[in-house]
């Protein structure tokens, strides 16, 4: 069983950065799959971004060209690079890594002022 753990989260300022880390507790070499998701309060979870073991990423539409996603496999650690941050980003972002099966971490709040 694969245990995330986020790191990161807190309050900016808008148009601040911030930069999320997820540390796994295995190496994340033949993970086919990590990512972040957010939830914010009273709507679903959404993709963010993932990452594949190829390094192949895929992002929201909504986040393309100020956020970045990488993986460092000798970390065994995903990152999550947020610029020009909106208050509407204010959410629990959460890791998530497809490994054997689905695992999450227990999510991060990132909150952004107006």
């Known amino acids: 069983q694969v245990q995330l753990v986020?790191?990161?989260?807190?309050l900016v300022q808008a148009g601040g950065s911030l930069r999320l880390s997820c540390a796994a507790s295995e190496s994340i070499f033949s993970i086919n799959?990590?990512?972040?998701y957010?939830?914010?309060?009273?709507?679903q979870r959404?993709?963010?971004?993932?990452i594949s073991r190829g390094g192949v990423t895929t992002y929201a539409d909504s986040v393309k060209?100020?956020?970045?996603?990488?993986?460092?496999n000798a970390k065994n650690t995903v990152y999550l690079q947020m610029n020009s941050l909106k208050p509407e980003e204010?959410?629990?972002?959460?890791c998530y890594a497809n490994a054997r099966g689905q695992y999450w971490g227990k999510g991060t709040l990132v909150t952004v002022s107006s």
């Open 6 to 10: 986020e790191s990161g989260g807190g």
């Open 33 to 36: 799959v990590m990512g972040w």
């Open 38 to 43: 957010r939830q914010a309060p009273g709507k």
């Open 46 to 50: 959404e993709l963010v971004a993932v």
């Open 65 to 72: 060209g100020r956020f970045t996603i990488s993986r460092d």
């Open 90 to 94: 204010t959410a629990v972002y959460y």
